[in-house]
């Protein structure tokens, strides 16, 4: 694929140069160098080399922001997406977070060869089918709990505790064993020959177990299978993000909460917001908690701010003022707890509160909390009596 | 990813000549050894020096510290190719900067658990303090690191590097 196949495949020759996507990015709002109008200028310009070897293109978040708001209907996540997969082509990549070594895991995984013991942490305490028409993909959570154990990622609780809920509601999912990440942070990083082997190797073993229905608790894995496998592979099933499933069967009567009193607010992570859609059915889940105050941030639903990276990529010191803006907005609102729904969020909002960079910005103490853990600890407390 | 391959690097090739010539043809692990500078690389220096025999299956990286190794150089080594991943420092509390080889163990350690989640055998990964003149040590530690290897064979991620 060239420049110009991505050009018009991402509709930016209409582009207007009206600035609104520079003025809505939330990393030109913290980082003066970067600007996605003038990185489509470049490419419309014909400057395809200074495009390229820009070091900012691994900078943006594709978090919708600007592409919503776009007067031109330019898909400007889309075009960083395949104009990565160029840079990738010729040796560029950006400034991987944590050394690198989540990409390495990813790319390690690869091997056909691998046997994963990614399911050491089920117990007995939850109940799983070996076969049956719903499938629950855990994603990267085993990784991510060892990964960042220094600050308590919580990736696997927030598995852990959707199976629960699940049981809670009758359901048996099934788990699959060797699943491999669903290539999420690799395609958006430009490495797409790795991630179609990710992807291939998901959609067989899916079929292979006879799923009908994929139920998620990571918005990325989610995205991913809904928007970007269908063009690498053929995966006929029905998706649902938890928060979804729950919002549906909720008013079936098996969920009974217990009186939880707190006042929180909602993060919407950009994947299940901007990307997806979903901005109504956590917030019905967080209000069908009696007891429960939800407060909303002056800049949510989709307008909300992105947790600063993507795809492990470039996490600098922006990213950082990004977060702590954030957590100062949601501390604004007087509410205990901030509830997101994806994993990274809770991660990238928990490593803010906890890495002190070299400038110091103003310390943020907020409480951190998927909302599966949510759901989770407001049956909890009903089973215990 | 692109950039400096193992299988190319002049020494393997050599050794592989060698290997042609004889006709051997059992396998031979690679193991890459981060070794800091003031322990452990000096060690590898005695033991040459003393003249201790210890398979050539060892490729010595010197660092200046084992709290300088990130945790993705490890993972690059395997990705790369490599069969083994030895670190070795100093002993903790005798570390040139005070707490580098805490820093090392620490990370050494949570990588370890990643591995094994990710379906790699635990002595693949090994972590090792080696005083500065204790080159019979060094020569040990690789000598028994390269039989363990042997026995394992190759590394589960390497099958991919071929095909």
Known sequence: MTLEDIIKETKTYYCLECGKCSSLCPISRHNPSYSPRLMLEKALTGFEGDLINDQELFSCLTCYNCSLKCPADVDYPLFMQKVRTLAFAQGRYGVPADSGILQSFMRLMLNPAIEQRRLEWLSDEYRISEKGNILFFVGCAPYFEFAFEDFEAGALNIAKDSLKILNTLGIEPMVLADEKCCGHDLLWTGDVESFRKLAEHNARIIKESGAKKIIFSCPEGYRTFKFDYPHYVDLDCELQHITEFLAENMGKGMLDFKEVKKKVTYQDPCRLGRHLGVYEQPRKLIEAIPGIELIEMEHTRDESICCGTSAWTNCDAYSKQIRTERLLEAKATGAEMLITACPKCQIHFRCAMVSKGEEKGPDVEMDVMDIVNLVASALEDNGSE | ?163
């Open chain 2, 1 to 163: 990813m692109n950039g400096f391959n193992l299988s190319r690097s002049i020494r393997t090739r050599q050794l592989l000549q060698v290997r042609r010539m004889r006709k051997i043809t059992e396998f031979e692990p690679r193991i890459i050894a981060f070794t800091c500078n003031w322990c452990a690389y000096s060690a590898a220096d005695i033991a040459g020096i003393s003249r201790f025999h210890y398979p050539a299956n060892v490729r010595n990286i010197k660092v200046m510290c084992t709290g300088m190794i990130d945790p993705g150089y490890i993972l690059r080594a395997f990705e790369r190719g490599a069969d083994g991943v030895l670190v070795a420092g100093c002993e903790i509390g005798d570390c040139h900067y005070i707490s580098g080889n805490i820093k090392a163990k620490e990370r050494v350690e949570r990588l370890k658990k990643l591995l094994h989640i990710l379906g790699l055998e635990d002595e693949r990964l090994r972590l090792e303090w080696i005083d500065a003149g204790d080159g019979r040590k060094f020569a040990d530690t690789i000598e028994n690191m390269a039989g363990k290897l042997k026995k394992l064979g190759p590394s589960p991620f390497k099958k991919e590097v071929k095909s």
